[in-house]
């Protein structure tokens, strides 16, 4: 069986604050460095921690470890596992997906990720690359991956709301919140869950007026509660979602060795996701800081006081879940994030009622990230995601997934900021320049703060803001049916930055246009091909003619018709950087997205995700996903599979035939004798499952 290493990654946050105490007024303290150009210097790209990798176990394995019942000693029952387990000195084997088990995926119709757990190790006694290899290695483990850290992006009374430019200004160059407000100003219905740093949710702008530093149990607002917990038996797991009174959420931050900042809370996992950094509580109050209460700042979907601070709020909720913290790096404190603790929270959003994830800091492909993200949306769930503050068109992981959406952040006159990252990946933009929210500053944790913050981790929480705006208006809309309405409804900007055109998504978001009118209907997906009875579709080579069509070349793909035996051209390539390129393996997804391996190595214009830029070899798979098909073909090209992640080479091991199972695993032909780690005696006429 074929395995993928999937690495978990740390990224830093980025801003340039200007601090004020929401009350009283207090001269602002030294604060954590959030320039973005700063960050854009010193950000050391993935590192891997050193002493922890993510299996994937086969079923049978897995409930073995857990019947055991001394995975927290390292211990897991199975021969081999724990034969490893000596040689490495593993210390801990944790489920990366706390309560998961296969028969509630089964009952939910969603992935059973009961098999994945977070290996802790000794780093004296093996190395990471002793661990892969040795884990890669065993018939129980299906997956194995190293773990990524990465850099952390009506009117109100509220005393900031004048300094709120993004919501109204007099240019008009912004959300038109008030107008919105007029409309619908966000309900209870909809939680967004703020995967980030931790979230002061005792900020009285978040958490109501008997919130505070010395009363955090006094919290409500517009602070998500599990309410089953915080008024269940402390000490025990009362709503049965395999954590102990997690009333206010979860910190998943644990086994920081090395890098913490002092005073920062790296090392025990617990129920309170209470923020030290502050980028959190910042991202959490774009969301849904308490509007029209006379204290701080507004926000578009945080609902409608009656002009003073009061316990309950009535806008959008806020999950706070901790997967963040403060390090060190070159002296500097920065924000980061490790992809396990955002795999384990995705998991805890979709099981306890997020419709929504704002996701403000960098990706990559390790940790069980892939898999819980697949999780969040099966679920039904809507990811937005920053962009990122690098100035260059490179796509992060969770940026280069189609059911994930981008944010670029713009600023007062509508022009791209000018750290923004930006791609025909980007699906949107939002106001991301000076945007003032909630705060918390460590070196005075007693008093709410406020403030003001460039980058496309505030546009990304602001996005998500107007999407449960919209979500709380039109509770039974879909995931698609949202995401439609916020997209189309943004104001066009591409005139105003004609170097970023096609770059920048569909506009700049606008709450009031979101809310004002109906969404459009999401349009049909490419039915995909019934075989034998509806369209096939063919590759061929060395310019076949075709009836009806003529001759078609290498890169072109036709469809034949059984009903009326007729012929059509049904993809271009050479429309779409494939000129050259020949396509030796094709598949069709159930969404009408195109999968594709090429005859021959090569370079496809608009690639985005791979590991060399826009550079593919026989052995890959790339995505088409396209906008229009046929005569005048048109969309965007992924990267979907590394052939030498999983031992395939360009000597003999091209891939010339592809199918994708119902459960989302590949299957690939090759043309000639392929070896892979795990399988022997492989031949041409065989197919490999990944």
Request: one cysteine or more.
């Amino acid at each position: 069986m074929g395995r993928s290493v999937l690495v978990l990654s740390v990224c830093p946050i980025v801003w340039a604050p200007l601090l004020a105490a929401a009350n009283p007024p207090l001269e602002a303290p030294a604060a954590v460095q959030h320039d973005p150009a700063l960050m854009a210097a010193i950000d050391p790209g993935v590192r891997w921690v050193p002493d922890a990798v993510v299996v994937e176990l086969a079923p049978d394995a897995a409930r073995v470890v857990l019947a055991t019942g001394l995975a927290e000693l390292g211990v897991s029952g199975i021969a081999s596992l724990d034969d490893i387990g000596v040689d490495l000195g593993v210390r801990e084997l944790r489920p990366l997906f706390r309560g998961a088990r296969p028969a509630d995926a089964d009952l939910r119709g969603l992935p059973d990720l009961s098999g994945w757990f977070t290996v802790e190790f000794d780093g004296t006694v093996g190395t990471l690359d002793q661990a892969i290899a040795a884990y890669a290695t065993d018939p129980m483990v299906r997956d194995v991956q190293p773990i990524g850290v990465h850099l952390v992006t009506a009117t109100p009374n509220d005393g900031s709301y004048p300094s709120q430019w993004h919501l109204n200004q007099a240019s008009g160059i912004d959300m038109d919140a008030p107008a919105a407000w007029d409309t619908w100003t966000g309900s209870a219905n909809t939680i967004v869950a703020v995967l980030d740093s931790g979230v002061r949710y005792y900020h009285k702008d978040l958490g109501g007026s008997g919130a505070s530093s010395s009363n955090p149990g006094g919290t409500n607002g517009n602070v998500w509660l599990n309410l089953a917990e915080k008024n269940g038996t402390a000490g025990v797991d009362d709503d049965g979602n395999g954590y102990v009174d997690d009333w206010v959420g979860w910190d998943f931050v644990t086994g920081i060795t090395s890098g913490c900042w002092s005073g920062e809370d790296c090392q025990t996992v617990d129920n309170d996701p209470r923020d030290f950094n502050g980028h959190g509580t910042h991202c959490a109050g774009n969301v849904a800081a308490i509007s029209n209460n006379g204290y701080a700042t507004a926000s578009p979907a945080g609902g409608w006081g009656n002009g003073s601070l009061q316990a309950a709020g009535n806008g959008v909720k806020v999950m706070c879940l901790r997967m963040g913290y403060s390090g060190s790096y070159l002296g500097q404190e920065v924000g980061y994030v490790r992809m396990d603790f955002a795999a384990s929270a995705f998991y805890y959003a979709a099981n306890n009622g997020a419709k929504i994830a704002s996701c403000s800091w960098g990706s990559s492909n390790s940790g069980g990230i892939a898999a819980a993200i697949d999780y969040f949306v099966a679920a039904g769930g809507l990811v937005f995601v920053a962009a990122g503050n690098s100035n260059n068109q490179t796509a992060g992981y969770v940026n280069s997934r189609n059911d994930c959406y981008s944010v670029a952040a713009t600023d007062q006159a509508d022009k791209k900021a000018s750290f923004s990252s930006y791609g025909t990946w980007v699906d949107i933009a939002s106001p991301g320049v000076a945007i003032l929210s909630s705060y918390h500053v460590h070196a005075d944790p007693a008093n709410d703060y406020v403030a003001t913050l460039d980058g496309t981790s505030m546009a990304t929480p602001l996005t998500a803001s107007v999407a449960a705006s919209v979500w709380s208006q039109h509770p039974t809309w879909t995931r698609a049916e949202v995401w439609a309405q916020v997209r189309d409804t943004a104001d066009p900007i591409d005139s105003l930055n004609p170097s970023y055109a096609g770059k920048l998504g569909s506009g700049r978001v606008n709450l009031a246009a979101a809310l004002g009118s109906a969404p459009p209907p999401p349009p049909p997906p490419p039915p995909p091909p019934a075989w034998g009875a509806g369209t096939l579709l063919f590759a061929l080579s060395n310019g076949t003619v075709v009836p009806g069509v003529g001759t078609v070349a290498d890169e072109d793909i036709v469809a034949y018709t059984p009903s009326t035996g007729s012929w059509s051209l049904y993809f271009d390539g050479s429309d779409v950087g494939l000129a050259s390129n020949g396509i030796a393996g094709l598949a069709v997804l159930p969404n009408g997205d195109l999968l594709i391996s090429l005859s021959a190595d090569g370079s496809v214009a608009g690639l985005t995700g791979g590991p060399s830029g826009t550079s593919v070899d026989n052995s890959d798979v790339i995505r088409f996903t396209p906008s229009s098909l046929g005569g005048t073909t048109a969309g965007s090209w992924t990267f979907y599979f590394d052939g030498s992640d999983v031992g395939l080479t360009t000597s003999g091991e091209n891939i010339d035939g592809l199918a994708v199972t119902a459960g989302g695993g590949l299957l690939v032909s090759t043309s000639g004798n392929p070896a892979v780690p795990g399988l022997s005696s492989l031949a041409d006429e065989d197919i490999i499952l990944f």
